[in-house]
């Protein structure tokens, strides 16, 4: 059973090795990430941030009705590459599942054109933009060792409800 590491950990700062082959091994791990990502509520995973220093991380968002977020559908990106970034830049809030109830304020390019082998090892090249585009970059700089913390302009913290 994978475990989330929590805070900053010196694996954490590990930049992640290229996969070399798309084995069931590394299906698997994805499949396991997917299912920590819905457990403790979050959008993507890299694999470092399970311990796993490849060069692999997962996304998916299914937004409830009230959200403003879009969709993004369940997406396994492997040996991920950044051809292209805007010019454009924007900040916005970030959180990350290693640092829980922790949130920055990150600058982060609106465009960005990716390309990635996909589960089956089929090169694709995609753009992406807004929300999505900042998900790819947050889960990105965890695969070269850099953690949100790191470009967060401020720092702040969510106090959990008390229970009445």
Known sequence: MLKLLIGDQPKLR???K????ITPEILRLAKE????????NGIGLSAIQVGEAIRLF????????????????RTIVINPKIL????????GEEGCLCFPNIFGDVKRAERIRLEYLDETGK????TFTGFKARVVQHELDHL???????KAKDLWTYAEPEEK
């Open 14 to 16: 590990e930049r992640s």
């Open 144 to 150: 070269n060792g850099v953690l949100f913390i790191d």
């Open 33 to 40: 990430m997917f299912d920590i990502t819905k457990k403790e």
């Open 123 to 126: 090169k694709r090249t995609q």
């Open 84 to 91: 292209e970034k805007s010019g454009e830049t924007k900040v």
């Open 58 to 73: 997962v996304m998916e968002l299914k937004p409830s009705r009230k959200s403003k977020l879009p969709k993004i559908p």
């Open 18 to 21: 290229e996969v070399g082959e």
